[in-house]
């Protein structure tokens, strides 16, 4: 789809990694453009709200600690078909299955701990995006 929006988090493993930059730098040089973008630590009713599909899965309550236990950073990424775009760049939730190249390959140390979060559908990003983001939050590129 043209146009899209997506939510991307840099999550806490990476952030402490001293890896924001690193990051961003590679969804620029990706052309996706960035639409929004905060700096925050998660509270854990935020956290178990935004995963809140994964309620009743053993890692749960696991995921909830690790994404609260330091600072995150939210941004809504705008492309085309920057959905899937995204999900190229970040490679496979588990670094072991990831491609070459990807985000999670390069800096993920563990199927929990890997790095960035990317929406994996178009529901799922408008879902996200206005879990964190308002409207008028989102800058007009
Ligand atoms: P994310 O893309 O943020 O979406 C859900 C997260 O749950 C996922 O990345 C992982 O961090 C985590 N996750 C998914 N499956 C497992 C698993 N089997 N064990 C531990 N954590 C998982």
Redesign the pocket.
Same mark, same amino acid.
């Given at each position: 789809m043209p146009n899209e929006l997506t939510l991307s +988090?840099i &999550?806490p493993d990476a952030v402490s990694k001293k890896l924001i930059g690193t990051i961003i730098k590679r969804f620029e040089e990706e052309k996706i453009k960035i639409a929004a973008m905060r700096m925050k630590r998660l509270t854990k009713p935020e956290a178990e709200g935004f995963?809140a599909e994964?309620k009743g899965k053993?890692?749960f309550d696991?995921?909830v600690s690790f994404m609260t236990s330091g600072p995150v950073v939210l941004m809504v990424l705008q492309g085309d078909n920057v959905i899937l775009k995204n999900r190229d760049i970040m490679g496979a939730?588990n670094p072991a299955n990831a491609d070459e190249g990807t985000l999670r390959k390069l800096f993920a140390e563990s +199927?929990? &701990?890997?790095a960035v979060?990317?929406s994996?559908s178009p529901k799922s990003a408008e879902r996200e995006v206005s879990y964190f983001f308002k409207k008028e939050e989102l800058v007009n590129l």
């Amino acid at each position: 789809m043209p146009n899209e929006l997506t939510l991307s +988090i840099i &999550k806490p493993d990476a952030v402490s990694k001293k890896l924001i930059g690193t990051i961003i730098k590679r969804f620029e040089e990706e052309k996706i453009k960035i639409a929004a973008m905060r700096m925050k630590r998660l509270t854990k009713p935020e956290a178990e709200g935004f995963y809140a599909e994964h309620k009743g899965k053993p890692f749960f309550d696991s995921l909830v600690s690790f994404m609260t236990s330091g600072p995150v950073v939210l941004m809504v990424l705008q492309g085309d078909n920057v959905i899937l775009k995204n999900r190229d760049i970040m490679g496979a939730t588990n670094p072991a299955n990831a491609d070459e190249g990807t985000l999670r390959k390069l800096f993920a140390e563990s +199927i929990e &701990k890997n790095a960035v979060h990317g929406s994996d559908s178009p529901k799922s990003a408008e879902r996200e995006v206005s879990y964190f983001f308002k409207k008028e939050e989102l800058v007009n590129l």
